[in-house]
Nanobody, 121 residues
Framework: VQLQASGGGLVQAGGSMRLSCAAP????????VGWYRQSPGKRRELVAI???????DYADSVKGRFTISRDNAKQMTFLQMKNLKPADTAVYYC????????????????WGQGTQVTVSS
């Protein structure tokens, strides 16, 4: 099942944005969740990851600016982004997996349609 990220759009540099992702068909609480992004001409990269236990980790480029969270009751994950920079412009994706390392590596058979985030200078 492909997860669909939502909440993207256009924002000025320094602004904030919150992305959402629902995973209704999973036993969500058992899974690690990850947020990724891909800019034109670049490989998809992991931005933030949260283990099933709630431990979070971030790419160095977003530490202190992005916050990943999860609501197991609603089976959703969120990515709160603040102090956005033009370099954050990308299509953002979410994904989920029982294996933390799989989510960390971003090795999935399928990806949902991401959401475009554009940060203007």
């Amino acid at each position: 099942v492909q997860l669909q990220a939502s909440g993207g759009g256009l924002v000025q540099a320094g602004g904030s944005m919150r992305l959402s992702c629902a995973a209704p068909r999973y036993k969500f609480s058992d899974n690690a969740v990850g947020w990724y992004r891909q800019s034109p001409g670049k490989r998809r990269e992991l931005v933030a990851i949260m283990s099933a236990g709630g431990d979070a980790d971030y790419a160095d480029s977003v530490k202190g600016r992005f916050t990943i969270s999860r609501d197991n009751a609603k089976q959703m994950t969120f990515l709160q982004m603040k102090n956005l920079k033009p370099a954050d412009t990308a299509v953002y994706y979410c994904n989920i997996g029982l294996s933390y390392h799989t989510v960390q590596a971003g090795i999935f058979g399928a990806w949902g349609q991401g959401t475009q985030v554009t940060v203007s200078s």
